[in-house]
Antibody, heavy 115, light 106 residues
Framework: EVQLVESGGGLVQPGGSLRLSCAAS????????MNWVRQAPGKGLEWVSY????????YYADSVKGRFTVSRDNAKNSLYLQMNSLRAEDTAVYYCARDGRGDVWGKGTTVIVSS | DIQMTQSPSSLSASVGDRVTITCQASQDITTYLNWYQQKPGKAPKLLIY???ILEIGVPSRFRGSGSGTDFTFTISSLQPEDFAIYYCHQYDSLPFTFGPGTTVDI
């Protein structure tokens, strides 16, 4: 079964850091572009970051550029999002999604930035 | 950045109704347009990709059309399980962007 499972969310103080993980299974992870998408409470979807299969191409939304770092370990079938200098407005459910089509999504992990 | 707009922002409908949602891109995205359905507390689900291609397993009452900047999503006969929020999403160029969503409720 094709599956993505996010983990690593939690409550963090403003200015703090978190590292999210996304474990992939059921497909050849290294051949797919992966994305992080977030959704603030009661709001719409916001694309956060993109990483190509080989990690040669990486892009970020302006809202997180310089604070977030996306990476992947194809040997471990895993995608990561290192989030630093967190702000209240980063509070959201974070999803990993496969490919530009977004044909497979995880269930999400919740990040709450609050003092 | 490509801006995506959706209309309407919400609509009320009944089971059996035909529902149409439009999505407009601020520049030409050819057919790099997806439609997602999201229910409360759940991840988005891909329904239509490349503007008009039905994702495997998605009922045929869902239909997408359009190219360039103007796109349409239609549910031919609304079913009880279709009450949800629908988003369009362009992946023609980065940053990828989503429409603001259309809530379909009773």
């Amino acid at each position: 079964e094709v599956q993505l499972v996010e983990s690593g969310g939690g409550l963090v103080q403003p200015g703090g850091s978190l590292r999210l993980s996304c474990a992939a299974s059921g497909f050849t992870f290294s051949t797919y572009i992966m994305n992080w998408v977030r959704q603030a409470p009661g709001k719409g979807l916001e694309w956060v970051s993109y990483i190509s299969g080989s990690s040669s191409n990486i892009y970020y939304a302006d809202s997180v550029k310089g604070r977030f770092t996306v990476s992947r370990d194809n040997a471990k079938n895993s995608l990561y999002l290192q989030m630093n200098s967190l702000r209240a407005e980063d509070t959201a459910v974070y999803y990993c999604a496969r490919d530009g089509r977004g044909d497979v999504w995880g269930k999400g992990t919740t990040v709450i930035v609050s003092s | 950045d490509i801006q995506m707009t959706q209309s309407p922002s919400s609509l009320s409908a009944s089971v059996g109704d035909r529902v149409t949602i439009t999505c407009q891109a601020s520049q030409d995205i050819t057919t790099y347009l997806n439609w997602y359905q999201q229910k409360p507390g759940k991840a988005p689900k891909l329904l239509i990709y490349d503007a008009s291609i039905l994702e495997i397993g998605v009922p045929s009452r869902f239909r997408g059309s359009g190219s360039g900047t103007d796109f349409t999503f239609t549910i031919s006969s609304l079913q009880p399980e279709d009450f949800a929020i629908y988003y369009c999403h362009q992946y023609d160029s980065l940053p990828f962007t989503f429409g603001p969503g259309t809530t379909v409720d009773i």
